[in-house]
Nanobody
Framework: QVQLSESGGGLVQAGGSLRLSCVAS????????MAWFRQASGKEREFVAA????????SYKDSVKGRFTISRDSAKNRLYLQMNSLKFEDTAVYYC?????????????????WGQGTQVTVSS
């Protein structure tokens, strides 16, 4: 059973930056598509960014394009989300997710493994 664990969340002022990290319990990053989702209080979980298993295909939610960057370090078994120019509306719990092989899907149902989430709070 693959386990994912996120870190790096916190409180930041609008316009600031954070880098989220997700570590996997097994060496999966060379064969798994990976993604970041988020869930704001009282709202449904939504897609943020995804990367195909090969790393060759990446997709982003329109509102984060140009501000967020998804990347992975397979040697360290880590997935990252660099978040710049943060806005109040980026406030949410951020989750990493994984699925064996596959492309950069935006659908929550396509992912088999999920972390416990890390809170990001952006003050306006």
């Amino acid at each position: 059973q693959v386990q994912l664990s996120e870190s790096g969340g916190g409180l930041v002022q609008a316009g600031g930056s954070l880098r989220l990290s997700c570590v996997a319990s097994e060496r999966i990053l060379s064969t798994y598509a990976m993604a970041w989702f988020r869930q704001a209080s009282g709202k449904e979980r939504e897609f943020v960014a995804a990367q195909s298993w090969s790393g060759g295909d990446t997709s982003y939610k329109d509102s984060v394009k140009g501000r967020f960057t998804i990347s992975r370090d397979s040697a360290k078994n880590r997935l990252y989300l660099q978040m710049n120019s943060l806005k109040f509306e980026d406030t949410a719990v951020y989750y990493c997710a994984a699925r064996f092989l596959g492309g950069s899907s935006r659908k929550t149902d396509d992912y088999n493994y999920w972390g416990q989430g890390t809170q990001v709070t952006v003050s306006s």
